[in-house]
């Protein structure tokens, strides 16, 4: 298992870039077998929520407008990188969620 506490940095991702958060709390991720915290999250305003609720929906109408063909290579490309990261990504979600290494594997190939 990896062992530590992650910070994030940065804030909030929104709109294509890190944002300093503005709410001045954080949110406690723990290890739901351990119970140790294993993570510290910002939380977010009402205004940043909605600012990247409004940046999801103009990426939404862009999304729509590129060809299928496009929107299928970008995909795979992400797909690509998933599973270029599953052995890292696998042990995040056994720390975070407390699944089986093998369920965790298997939702990263799924996606």
């Known amino acids: 298992m990896m062992s ?17 958060p503005s709410g001045g709390s954080e949110v406690d991720v ?3 077998a351990s119970e140790a915290v294993i993570a510290e999250l910002p939380t977010a ?3 940043e929520v909605a600012a ?3 940046a999801a929906n103009e990426a ?15 995909v795979r ?5 998933l599973l270029d990261h599953k ?5 995040l979600i056994v720390e975070e969620q407390g ?10 190939e799924a996606s």
């Open 45 to 47: 305003t009402s205004e």
């Open 60 to 74: 939404q109408t862009e999304w729509g407008r590129r060809p299928a063909k496009e929107r299928g290579e970008l």
């Open 99 to 108: 699944k089986p290494r093998s369920v965790a594997e298997g939702e990263i």
């Open 30 to 32: 723990r290890d739901p």
């Open 4 to 20: 530590g506490t992650y910070h994030r940095t940065g804030g909030h991702y929104i709109d294509g870039q890190w944002r300093e």
């Open 87 to 91: 052995d890292e990504l696998a042990e």
């Open 77 to 81: 490309e992400v797909a690509d990188v």
């Open 52 to 54: 990247a609720v409004e």
